[in-house]
Antibody, heavy 118, light 109 residues
């Protein structure tokens, strides 16, 4: 059974930093692209970033480019999202999704909550 | 970045048929955009229904189908059930970058 468990969400000040993690199990982690998707309170889904199966290729939404960094550790079956200089508008539930460019999107985690506020 | 547009809300009668669409500001949506459809119910994580325009996952009810219609991606629900009341999102890829539509709130009434 595929499982994706996000962690690391917290209250962070604007301009601070935070790292989210997604622990994956139940499939060959190194064989799939992985993505982060977020949802602000009461709003729709927003694609944030995708990393290829090897970690070589990364893609970002314009809204986070230059501030967020996606990475993965295939030896630990873990996906990461580094949030640098977060803004109030980055407040959202962040979901880990199996798939993205190059791999079929299928499973989702339950999300982790990030609140950006002073 | 491209903008993807969906109907904000639609209503369907139980047992009825409804089609949701997904439009791209850059032109026609094609199979090369690998369009997806997701369902999200209140308080839950999204669930993937359709991938690569027409393909269903093992958990996708047979009453859902995906297609391309008039330059848009489309999700058709045939024989709506009360449990289909939810928010539906499409996702389109532009060479690696993904863009979600704003979502369609589907009411079964």
């Amino acid at each position: 059974e595929v499982q994706l468990v996000e962690s690391g969400g917290d209250l962070v000040q604007p301009g601070g930093s935070l790292r989210l993690s997604c622990a994956a199990s139940g499939f060959t982690f190194g064989g799939s692209s992985m993505s982060w998707v977020r949802q602000a309170p009461g709003k729709g889904l927003e694609w944030v970033s995708t990393v290829s199966d090897t970690g070589r290729d990364t893609y970002y939404a314009d809204s986070v480019k230059g501030r967020f960094s996606i990475s993965r550790d295939n030896s630990k079956n873990t996906l990461y999202l580094q949030l640098n200089s977060p803004r109030v508008e980055d407040t959202a539930r962040y979901y880990c999704m199996k798939g993205g460019w190059g791999s079929i999107c299928d499973h989702w985690g339950q999300g982790t909550l990030v609140a950006v506020s002073s | 970045q491209a903008v993807v547009t969906q109907e904000p809300s639609l209503t369907v009668s139980p047992g009825g048929t409804v089609t949701l669409t997904c439009d791209s500001s850059t032109g026609a949506v094609t199979s090369g955009h690998y369009p997806y459809w997701f369902q999200q119910k209140p308080g839950q994580a999204p669930r993937t229904l359709i991938y690569d325009t027409i393909n269903k996952h093992s958990w996708t009810p047979a009453r859902f189908s995906g297609s391309l219609l008039g330059g848009k991606a489309a999700l058709t629900l045939s024989g709506a059930q009360p449990e289909d009341e939810a928010e539906y999102y499409c996702l389109v890829f532009y060479s690696g970058t993904g863009v979600f539509g704003g979502g369609t709130k589907l009411t079964v009434l």
